[in-house]
């Protein structure tokens, strides 16, 4: 089973990934000013990340080091931008990494590295 890590950055603030359970990050939060909405981030994880209209395809700008690499985001119902997937080998794998991303998301569970 796959978990969802919290942390808390040096400058302070919050963020947390999505790993599978081979320890893979699946997801990246963005950063945010309280833990309270670091959590409430991981809770709209957990209500969009089963739903295929939440999940925008995206190639990367093609400069380095990326070189236009496939990704994907996760959106909440409002349009804002959840979670950013790391840069894949091909548009497979990104597929691969939105099918472990709906299966872990709904229900892993957190640690709190706080």
């Known amino acids: 089973m796959g978990s969802y890590f919290l942390k808390k950055t040096v400058a302070g603030q919050f963020h947390f990934n999505l790993r599978a359970s081979n320890n893979e990050v699946i997801l990246t939060s963005e950063s945010y000013t309280s833990k309270q909405s ?3 981030g991981i809770e709209s994880v957990r209500t ?3 739903l295929d209209s939440r999940y925008e395809k995206r190639t990367s700008t093609p400069k380095a ?3 236009g690499s ?3 985001v996760l959106k909440a119902a409002n349009g ?3 979670g950013t997937s790391e840069m894949y080998s091909s548009e497979q ?3 691969r990494g ?3 991303c709906k299966k872990e998301g709904p229900s892993s569970p ?3 590295q706080t």
């Open 38 to 40: 670091a959590t409430a």
């Open 48 to 50: 969009n990340s089963a």
């Open 65 to 67: 080091p990326s070189l």
């Open 70 to 72: 496939p990704y994907f």
């Open 80 to 82: 804002e931008v959840i």
């Open 93 to 95: 794998a990104r597929d």
């Open 98 to 100: 939105i099918a472990a």
């Open 110 to 112: 957190t640690s709190d």
